[in-house]
T-cell receptor
Framework: ETGVTQSPTHLIKTRGQQVTLRCSSQSGHNTVSWYQQALGQGPQFIFQYYREEENGRGNFPPRFSGLQFPNYSSELNVNALELDDSALYLC???????????FGPGTRLLVL | SQQGEEDPQALSIQEGENATMNCSYKTSINNLQWYRQNSGRGLVHLILIRSNEREKHSGRLRVTLDTSKKSSSLLITASRAADTASYFCAEDTSYGKLTFGQGTILTVHP
């Protein structure tokens, strides 16, 4: 167990809806990164948050947005859901500047 | 995306045998990391090798890095059924922003 928790574990939405996924980082970690993993693929970097600011973004459209809170927990919001958004969403926490990331168990999102 | 390639895509071996997985990447790296994933759950960090290192060991794991060929390999010695999982390499080109390969599915038969 890494100490990183995510909620919910599973979620079913329909096209066009909005979703919020949550992540609590490991104690002492101040950086949270989000990844999307489609079935049979490796995870793809969505963005990273540090000190409540976005600190780098992958190749994802603006309808993917995030927040980081003063306690370092984080949210991933996806608007106008598309079928291709169906995936496992992983968050990872770390201490800024350190190389190892600690992943949560993920939220599996199904868009119908 | 700029995902690297992993080879083989799937590997099936018997307990006690060694498993070797290869990873090629595309950019200059700070470090390269290997992760394990059981049945679509969260990723577990296995080992990190920095760009100025050529080989690293951790228990039954051995990782090599060849920056001239932009490739790395992960060797698991004396494999066990519990090693059955997907294994991913990840390039770290900007600290904390990982680019993962597509993974190797390892099956170890008892």
């Amino acid at each position: 167990e890494t100490g990183v928790t995510q909620s919910p574990t599973h979620l079913i939405k329909t096209r066009g809806q909005q979703v919020t996924l949550r992540c609590s980082s490991q104690s002492g970690h101040n950086t949270v990164s989000w990844y999307q993993q489609a079935l049979g693929q490796g995870p793809q970097f969505i963005f990273q948050y540090y000190r409540e600011e976005e600190n780098g973004r992958g190749n994802f459209p603006p309808r993917f947005s995030g927040l980081q809170f003063p306690n370092y927990s984080s949210e991933l919001n996806v608007n106008a859901l598309e079928l291709d958004d169906s995936a496992l969403y992983l968050c990872a926490s770390s201490l800024y500047g350190e190389e190892t990331q600690y992943f949560g168990p993920g939220t599996r999102l199904l868009v119908l | 995306s700029q995902q690297g390639e992993e080879d083989p895509q799937a590997l099936s071996i018997q307990e006690g045998e060694n498993a070797t997985m290869n990873c090629s990447y595309k950019t200059s790296i700070n470090n390269l990391q290997w992760y394990r994933q059981n049945s679509g759950r969260g990723l577990v960090h296995l080992i990190l090798i920095r760009s100025n290192e050529r080989e690293k060991h951790s228990g039954r794991l051995r990782v090599t890095l060849d920056t001239s060929k932009k490739s790395s390999s992960l060797l698991i010695t004396a494999s066990r059924a519990a090693d059955t999982a997907s294994y991913f390499c990840a390039e770290d080109t900007s600290y904390g922003k990982l680019t993962f390969g597509q993974g190797t599915i390892l099956t170890v038969h008892p």
